[in-house]
């Protein structure tokens, strides 16, 4: 194999990592992976704030980034869910 086959490899190898980490998202925003390059990985999020459609790209350099992104977003839903569900009113 050449070091060109070695690398598109690689990368594949990356792009299928990251899927699967990004697969894991578990929340109501809508995530879409915008483009992998390397090990960068762009997640753009389809925020609608006012009827204006805002998206907001989030850039992140790593498989570990991608994983601590992906938890800290299931968590922020989780605490929502778990506040909507409770007895106590989160708001007063």
């Not at 598109?8 to 998202?25: A, P, T």
């Not at 090990?39 to 994983?67: A, H, M, Y």
């Not at 922020?76 to 989160?90: A, H, N, T, V, W």
């Amino acid at each position: 194999m050449d070091n060109n086959q070695d690398n598109q490899n690689h990368q594949h190898n990356i792009e299928i990592s990251y899927r699967k980490i990004f697969s894991r998202l578990n929340t109501r925003k809508k995530f879409v992976i915008q483009s992998i390059e390397g090990t960068t990985v762009t997640v753009e999020q389809d925020e609608e704030i006012c009827g204006q459609k805002e998206p907001r790209l989030f850039v992140l350099n790593s498989e570990k980034e991608l994983e601590t992104f992906v938890t800290q977003e299931n968590q922020f839903e989780r605490d929502i869910k778990s506040q909507l569900s409770g007895d106590s009113m989160p708001y007063r």
